[in-house]
Nanobody, 114 residues
Framework: QVHLVESGGGLVQPGGSLRLSCAAF????????MGWHRQAPGKERELVAS???????YYADAVKGRFTISRDNAKNTVYLQMNSLKPEDTAVYYC????????WGQGTQVTVSS
């Protein structure tokens, strides 16, 4: 059984920064993909960024140049550094792990507002 624990959400002003963290616990294959999705009110969940255990990263166009994903494989932890935040980044952010199955965190709220 695998579970994910997220932290780091909150309220920030436009132009500000936040860092999200997600730690995975349980039976995890060494080859896997961890990432972040988000869901804004009234919208579908969308992929924000992901990174394979080999270090290959993907970013949605909306966050390229502002967000950076990284991971610590020894700790099964993925991070999302979010800079130059915009009001349209407001959403619940969900951590995701693909490792023999697909697993989700509980979600953490990010609100960008003045």
């Amino acid at each position: 059984q695998v579970h994910l624990v997220e932290s780091g959400g909150g309220l920030v002003q436009p132009g500000g920064s936040l860092r999200l963290s997600c730690a995975a616990f349980g039976s995890i294959f060494s080859i896997n993909v961890m990432g972040w999705h988000r869901q804004a009110p009234g919208k579908e969940r969308e992929l924000v960024a992901s990174m394979s255990s080999g270090g290959i990263a993907y970013y949605a166009d909306a966050v390229k140049g502002r967000f950076t994903i990284s991971r610590d494989n020894a700790k099964n932890t993925v991070y999302l550094q979010m800079n130059s935040l915009k009001p349209e980044d407001t959403a619940v952010y969900y951590c995701n792990l693909v490792s023999g199955g697909t697993y989700w965190g509980q979600g953490t709220q990010v609100t960008v507002s003045s």
